[in-house]
């Protein structure tokens, strides 16, 4: 029998061994809930709530950078930690990774992969989103005659689940069973902000700024969108013929280039041999515009690359500031005088705060006073102050009206005359060309400074002068340029293109002495070549001015 003592001790252990299993399936339980919390993206890849979601997150605008070091060791994540004060600072909310995967020319199926990119959705796969690259065919008038299209297609991931359930592996299983063969995997990210924080300006400049990070290599928008800038390509005509231009047996030593740069479409010009490439919005890389022609330029089988000036060219007489809203108020930026020695330095003729409820204020300067890449080294200056997040450069294009050609008698000897001096000196005008044969002298005005009705009294006093027959205005293109004809439907194509040359030994050398005046620190403003801003496709020499 037994004895109370006994009967204590066995209800005890008894206890005790209910409360170890109860431990143990509370512990089970947590560690099934951690699991599902950290699986459930992938539970709702298929259903429509996940769908709408990360579609609508996806047409998000944001930058996207590619790499120059890998940010992967085999199937270990490394992740890419150089940027983090820079987010930081800009109020970046979400880092998303994107493996494109670039196909082989030679198996590549437009029509089987739209049918079939779906089945890239792997474990790890957030979202999955096909970009075509265009791919036009033009006659000799510029009219679109055909096209054709080829892809890449973009998986967002979650990078430790992709790589630890063989994503990589995946990846080529599944274009071998399609018949294709993977010619690249880019690693890329793409940055987001908070919506309606920053614009398209914000964005692009942002992208600027992370280029000049050690390990990004280039940075573009997100999603796509109409402005860009563009190359053109001139072919050699006895390597490069354009029968089979975009098939598999064509040219295709510029693919790399193309890929790396994010070419978005390519127009061939039947012929005309040559072919003009749109690069994606909003682009930054390290490299500067020439040096990316320049890359072309050495391609076999290209002969010459043309740089499109005339679109990137502008007459700039205006800096839009942007502040920081961690620091400023729509309240606060009337009384911001962290500016007043650039602004009287500089003569700031007016500050206009009609955008102050997007901590956006508008310093106004002399029309004309500036030049296009004048204007971006002042720029620059702006953004050493404390609370300036971006400051970007604002103008008109070059105006048709202002450069006029003066007709002369033809007894005139136009290097002894001297009747146009008192209306040179009072317009601000410049004497560019004299044709002493013809007896024509072309004399420019300044750029924005009068309005359409005063730049016509201007003519007709030129028009009143001693011995001038007439007074015609001249079109603004620089003799030398390649320009665009007029027919057709290629409107990109009406332009001035700017070939691009190889520097001389001298010029590298003058050029190496000067650091990359377009970097927020270090600015040398007051040196010979403060005026050099030519670091990105987006802001190109300007000599029209």
């Known amino acids: 029998m037994a004895t109370p003592a006994t009967q204590d001790s066995t209800k005890l252990t008894y206890c005790r061994t209910i409360m170890s299993f109860l431990a143990l399936d509370l512990k ?16 709702f890849s298929s259903t429509e709530e996940h769908v709408v979601s990360y579609k609508n997150f996806s047409q998000t605008s944001g930058v996207v950078v590619s790499f120059q070091q890998r940010i992967l060791s085999g199937d270990f994540f490394l992740g890419f930690h150089s940027w983090d004060k820079i987010n930081s600072k800009y109020g970046a909310t979400n880092i998303t990774y994107i493996v494109r995967i670039e196909f082989d020319r030679w198996t590549y199926k437009h029509l089987r992969l739209n049918k079939t990119y779906h089945r890239f959705w792997l474990p790890g796969v957030l979202w999955l989103e096909k970009t075509d690259i265009g791919k036009e065919f033009y006659n000799r008038k510029f009219n679109l005659t ?72 280039c940075a573009w928008i997100h999603p796509r969108m109409d402005e860009g800038t563009s190359l053109l390509i001139r072919f050699d005509p006895d390597r490069v013929t354009g029968k089979k231009f975009f098939s598999p047996e064509g040219f295709h030593d510029w693919d790399e280039l193309n890929d790396q740069y994010q070419v978005v479409n390519i127009g061939y010009l039947r012929g005309w041999n040559r072919a003009v ?22 391609t076999t089988g290209i002969s010459s690359v ?43 003729v007016n500050i206009s ?22 204007m971006k080294a002042i720029r620059s200056e702006y953004l050493k102050l404390h609370g300036i997040l971006f400051a970007w450069v604002e103008g008109v294009p070059p105006e048709v009206n202002t450069r006029m050609v003066l007709r002369m008698w033809k007894e005139v000897n136009l290097a002894e005359y001297t009747e146009w001096n008192t209306l040179n000196s009072k317009y601000f005008t410049q004497v560019i060309y ?20 005063k730049v016509l009294d201007i003519y007709e006093e030129y028009r009143r002068l001693p011995k001038v027959s007439s007074v015609k205005t001249r079109p603004f293109y620089h003799d030398g340029r390649k320009v665009a004809s007029e027919r057709g439907g290629v409107a990109k194509l009406r ?29 040398p403003l007051y040196v010979k070549y403060r005026n050099k801003t030519d670091n990105s496709m987006w802001e190109d020499h300007c000599d029209f001015h």
């Open 28 to 43: 089970a339980l947590f560690i099934i809930f951690i699991h599902a919390q950290s699986l459930q993206g992938h539970f």
């Open 146 to 217: 055909r096209s054709r299209y080829s892809s890449v297609v973009d998986l967002w991931v979650e990078p430790e689940c992709f790589l630890r359930n063989h994503g990589i592996s995946r990846i080529y299983r599944i274009t071998r069973s399609l018949r294709m063969h993977v010619y690249n995997l880019r690693w890329l990210a793409k940055i987001t902000f908070p919506v309606d924080l920053y614009d398209f300006r914000e964005l692009r400049q942002f992208g600027k700024f992370l280029t000049q990070i050690s390990g990004v290599d």
């Open 277 to 298: 490439l749109d690069f994606t919005s909003g682009m930054h890389c390290k490299e500067t515009t020439s040096e990316v022609a320049l890359k072309y330029k050495h």
């Open 306 to 348: 043309y740089r499109n000036e005339y679109s990137n060219c502008r007459l700039t007489y205006r800096i839009l500031v942007k502040f920081n809203h961690r620091h400023m108020t729509p309240a606060s930026i009337h009384y911001y005088n962290d500016w007043s020695s650039l602004n009287y330095m500089y003569g700031v």
């Open 353 to 374: 705060y009609h955008e102050d409820a997007r901590l956006i204020a508008h310093l106004e300067f002399e029309p004309g006073l500036y030049t296009n890449h004048q």
């Open 434 to 453: 004299i044709d002493h044969n013809a007896k024509e002298a072309t004399l420019e005005l300044p750029q924005g400074r009068y309005s359409a009705d």
């Open 495 to 523: 332009t001035i293109w700017e070939e691009v040359k190889e520097k001389d030994n001298k010029a590298k050398e003058e050029e190496s002495e000067l650091p990359n005046d377009t970097r927020v620190r270090y600015t």
